[in-house]
């Protein structure tokens, strides 16, 4: 049974900045990729970054430049770093990992967190 737990999230001001982190059960050298995803109210789940078991990285446009995801693997940690926060960034966040069993995704998800941004 994988575990996630995300911690980090709050209150911010436009323009602010939050440090989102996600931490597994056991070693993260066992997921093919972990990521962070986020669900505003009314809207779809959407990707937010990913990162691989080897290091690459992919953001959703609306991020890039913006937003860094890293991973410590002694920690089994992965990490948002979210700067120039937008009130549009407002959602629940949560991490994921994905592991490819016989070619199909496995896919374990934490419980959220919740990021709010005041204009």
């Known amino acids: 049974q994988v575990q996630l737990v995300e911690s980090g999230g709050g209150l911010v001001q436009a323009g602010g900045s939050l440090r989102l982190s996600c931490a597994a059960s056991g070693s993260i050298f066992r997921f093919n990729a972990m990521g962070w995803y986020r669900q505003a109210p009314g809207k779809q789940r959407e990707m937010v970054a990913l990162?691989?078991?080897?290091?690459?990285?992919n953001y959703a446009d609306s991020v890039k430049g913006r937003f860094t995801i890293s991973r410590d693997n002694a920690k089994n940690t992965i990490y948002l770093q979210m700067n120039s926060l937008q009130p549009e960034d407002t959602a629940v966040y949560y991490c994921n990992a994905v592991t490819y069993v016989l070619r199909s995704p496995q896919n374990d998800w934490g419980q959220g967190t919740q990021v709010t941004v005041s204009s």
């Open positions: 990162i691989t078991s080897i290091g690459n990285t």
